[in-house]
């Protein structure tokens, strides 16, 4: 008999808990990637929306079109009502009622999290944030030149947003343990800049033609996977029950198990069985408990700071630089996706070296400190997007997961959602004042902005000075990190 292939073998090799826990890490990370994907678009169309008409003007009169072009109002070809010279603030109120929506739902969206089945909670708001970004673009199509239409769309698409990131790192965290936790999560917390980078490579490609479509079809993507998880999530570790393999759902009523594959490859007959809840399962964590979980307040309050910086450059970076620098639309979002890949690489290194150390405060805080001075314009886009998104990924990502299962719960499980629905949600504040303050601030110069960003940068490395100095004093005696 002729030996299996390689390839064969090493797909063997991996039992079905393997398996799924590859399904589970692949899908949450395609998903949320879907997420970001459809957040992007609105910094690539703001330069769309109000343009240099007066260049384009001199243009057309040098290029033989009739000179009364030339006097037309200054801002004839932008987007009403972006056309009017307050067009930053009317742009920073779009980020602001986004992401505002967002923090405030966030803190709802854990608690609610934890009481629903996650995979019909996530799978409802990716099909709602698809459609709320379709509408986005339609105004375009629609010819819709009404602010109080675009903000309404943004506050309820920012509120649907807001069942992703608890959804998808309580599914991480059922079927990973501690082990490598800050590697795997590093990994797999590179679908935020890979979000942002499709996104402003879509939302590119259309911005300067039909630049609804840069809309329309994240929007559409967002949707289609809100199906795919629908059909395909499994949120929960399995159990091994009579040589078969079953899924337990803790937070459905009495019994709801299902027969998923049978454990060998051998036929074995299907018996019905029953999984009775234990009266005494553990409850969902209140809001007040999650905070009294120490370092939760630390964490939340340094995210709020990180997040500030990393969503201002989200928001704000391509207009930058079509300002600042005179680059097109398309070109300067093709180059604001430097400081994403700076992200996927800084969330994995800063993964790697807080397994290694044991010590995540302190990785943070290092990584904060060397980020201020690249806070600069255009300086090191590359190395300012690492040593930016790192903590904020380390942040939302393995410390979350860690504090979701502090050894002060005695092994209750049900607190991670709320958890990181507080980190994150605390995080969101610092990114919906972001990207408004640097709409405010530009009127004065970009450099107002940058040195906001410094500020914020340095205030997030204060907030974790108690954790650094606890794990750094423990660690002497023996390894320790400040969420122990």
Not at 299 to 306: D, G, I, T
Not at 364 to 393: E, F, I, K, R
Request: hydrophobic letters at 45%; aromatic letters at 10%; proline letters at 5%.
């Amino acid at each position: 008999m002729a030996p299996l292939p390689p390839g064969i073998r090493f797909l063997v090799s991996f039992n079905r808990d393997q398996w799924y826990r590859a399904l589970t890490f692949c899908l949450t990370f395609l998903l949320y990637t879907s997420f970001h994907l459809s957040r992007k678009p609105i910094s690539i169309v703001k330069s769309e929306l109000h343009k240099n008409c007066s260049s384009l003007s001199e243009t057309w009169t040098s290029s033989g079109t009739p000179s009364s072009v030339a006097t037309l109002p200054p801002d004839h070809c932008s987007w009403k009502p972006f056309d009017k010279s307050n067009y930053k603030q009317l742009l920073g109120a779009m980020d602001y009622s986004f992401l505002c929506a967002y923090a405030v739902g966030m803190y709802l969206s854990g608690i609610i999290g934890e009481r629903v089945p996650i995979r019909l909670y996530l799978s409802v708001g990716m099909w709602c944030s698809g459609l709320f970004t379709c509408l986005f673009g339609l105004g375009y199509f629609y010819n819709i030149h009404s602010l109080s239409f675009y903000i309404t769309v943004q506050v309820a698409n920012g509120l649907v947003q807001t069942t992703g990131w608890p959804s998808v790192v309580t599914c991480i965290g059922n079927w990973f343990g501690k082990g490598r936790r800050g590697l795997i999560m590093g990994l797999w917390n590179s679908h935020t800049s890979v979000g942002n980078i499709l996104g402003s490579l879509i939302a590119g490609y259309w911005v300067s033609s039909h630049w609804g479509l840069s809309f329309l079809v994240p929007g559409l993507i967002v949707a289609a996977m809100g199906l795919v998880c629908f059909l395909f999530l499994v949120e929960h570790y399995f159990a091994h029950l009579h040589n078969n393999l079953y899924l337990f759902v803790p937070t459905q009523s009495h019994c709801d198990t299902e027969l998923l594959l049978p454990r060998d490859s051998e036929c074995v007959q299907v018996q019905p069985v029953v999984v009775v809840k234990s009266q005494s399962e553990p409850s969902a964590i209140s809001f007040m408990g999650a905070l009294r979980i120490p370092g939760v307040v630390e964490f939340s309050l340094c995210l709020l700071f990180a997040k500030l910086v990393s969503y201002t450059f989200l928001f704000w970076l391509p207009l930058y630089m079509t300002k600042a620098a005179h680059l097109d639309a398309k070109r300067a979002g093709d180059l604001s996706t430097l400081f994403d890949v700076g992200g996927i690489i800084g969330g994995v290194l800063a993964g790697v070296v807080s397994d290694k150390l044991d010590k995540r405060a302190t990785t943070c805080a290092v990584m904060l400190l060397l980020a201020a001075p690249t806070v600069s314009p255009l300086c090191m886009l590359l190395v300012c997007g690492g040593l930016v998104n790192g903590p904020y990924a380390l942040i939302t990502t393995a410390v979350s997961a860690d504090l979701g299962t502090h050894k002060s719960l005695k092994g209750n499980s049900r607190a991670l959602s709320t958890v990181t629905a507080i980190i994150d949600g605390t995080g969101s504040v610092g990114a919906a004042l972001g990207p408004l303050l640097a709409g405010l601030l530009s009127t004065r110069g970009w450099d107002q902005v940058f040195y906001m960003l410094m500020t914020a940068d340095f205030l997030a490395l204060l907030l974790l000075l108690r954790l650094v100095t606890k794990e750094l004093s423990c660690s002497q005696s023996r390894p320790i990190t400040a969420v122990q």
